[in-house]
């Protein structure tokens, strides 16, 4: 096959772009360099506007025969499980009201199985560099392999290769690169169903993360030091064990399936990245090859589905030429619809998790103040479940910072709760 588009990277955000580029009649070659898919917790909470997209697409339906879990509500809640913020999505605008919590695999495979016979996939292939004309436009790419090494060309490379992405250096796109102070620890736990919520534990080791998988599992996401499971014996992880429990008392429930899960943990780093540009001529960034925010706020797929939705929309926009000019005018429309919403998912995305994992300090003083003001705050709670769950995005006003931060009294907020005293001993 001669490509009209190469796709280096087969996660969610690549074989989006491959299905909604596919649609539109083009020839697309996806490469990753992969053997097999791997497995990962991520990109499992999917808001209501990659519903929509996946709708869009047909492809909602065999994601919803996976399993996939509706969720209405996502909460923020004390360690004793008491709520402190609570965002009702079925009080959203529109048609798609609700998050659908999916394995990542599963929503990969439907992804792929929904692909256009124009698309190819080789697993096993390392894409290493690009290719340029005399004006340094993107042609195509380097490739190493089964098969050996190649180059292919085509009109158009997007690089959905992920946030150290090979293609994103090798045409020298700057990028913001910043990891947060904490980790997270994941565990996925069979037999643990749990309620139909994203539940956010603010505690005082910071985040715990709970949710509903397919087929009774659950997610559970822990917020830990970069050192806290180094060199650590069955025993020490026994203990690990029992103090989050004491510090966590609304996961209780989770207690034999955590136990019994314990040396299945997947330790993840946590950045956010941000690249000063999402085009060059002949070439697209997507997904995390662009942009990473933290976990919290559950933007990560989301974000990269949207990229693929205005990539396939740019280009269709511009008559579906694949001449350079025809291509590389779709992309600079495609950067300038992107940037602001990626810019906005980001502050958003940053701000509430910090609301969340600060452990001491003015941050957590301060995240405790706009979370007991947004909660008494029906307008700022509404505009909260508009911004993350993509439907309704309006990015908050500095009144409505202020209003958060109690430096301005709206009238038509409720007083907010007194909070109740956590306890600080750690056992």
């Not at 399993?67 to 999505?89: H, K, N, T």
């Not at 959203?92 to 929503?107: E, K």
């Not at 309620?195 to 709970?210: K, M």
């Not at 700022?380 to 993350?388: F, V």
């Amino acid at each position: 096959m001669t490509p009209d588009v190469i796709v280096a990277g087969a996660g969610a955000g690549g074989l989006a772009t491959a299905r909604a580029l596919g649609a539109l009649g083009l020839r697309v070659l996806v490469l990753d360099r992969q053997r097999t898919p791997a497995s990962i917790a991520k990109g499992e909470i999917l808001q209501p506007e990659t519903v929509r997209i996946l709708d869009t697409w047909g492809a909602l339906d065999a994601l919803r025969a996976t399993g996939a879990r509706p969720v209405g509500r996502l909460a923020i809640r004390d360690p004793q499980g008491s709520p402190l913020l609570a965002l009702d999505y079925a009080a959203l605008p529109g048609p798609y009201r609700q998050i659908l919590c999916a394995d990542y695999a599963d929503l990969r495979t439907v992804l792929a199985d929904g692909l256009a016979a124009t698309v190819e996939v080789r697993w096993g292939q390392r894409v290493t560099g690009v290719l340029r004309a005399d004006d340094r436009r993107v042609t195509g790419v380097r490739v190493t392999g089964v098969g050996g090494d190649q180059e292919i060309r085509a009109p158009l490379v997007v690089a959905a290769d992920g946030m150290s992405s090979a293609l994103r250096k090798a045409v020298g796109v700057a990028v913001d690169r910043r990891e947060y102070p904490h980790g997270l620890v994941a565990f996925d736990l069979p037999g643990a169903d749990v309620a139909d919520e994203v539940s956010a534990y603010r505690t005082n080791r910071g985040l715990c993360l709970v949710y509903p998988l397919p087929g009774g599992r659950c997610r559970l996401y822990v917020q830990v030091t970069p050192d806290e499971f180094r060199g650590r014996s069955p025993a020490e992880l026994t203990g690990w064990c029992d103090r989050l429990l004491v510090d966590v008392p609304a996961i209780g429930a989770l207690e034999t399936a955590l136990r019994a899960s314990l040396h299945r943990r997947q330790l993840l780093a946590v950045y956010r990245l941000r690249a000063a540009r999402l085009s060059v001529p002949g070439l697209a960034l997507v997904g995390e090859a662009a942009h990473a925010v933290h976990p919290m706020a559950a933007q990560g797929v989301n974000s990269s589905l949207a990229d693929a939705e205005t990539l396939a929309a740019t280009l269709a926009a511009s008559g579906g030429t694949l001449d350079a000019a025809g291509v590389d005018r779709a992309l600079l429309d495609f950067h300038a619809a992107r940037r602001p919403r990626l810019d906005h998912v980001a502050t958003v995305s940053h701000n509430a998790s910090r609301m969340i994992t600060s452990v001491s300090g003015l941050p957590k003083l301060l995240g405790a103040r706009m979370m007991r003001r947004t909660a008494a705050n029906p307008r700022l709670l509404g505009l909260t479940a508009g911004n993350l769950s993509g439907t309704n995005v309006r990015p908050l006003s500095l009144v409505d910072r202020l209003y958060q931060l109690g430096l301005l009294v709206d009238r038509h907020a409720r007083p907010p709760a007194t909070p109740a005293p956590q306890r600080s001993e750690r056992r």
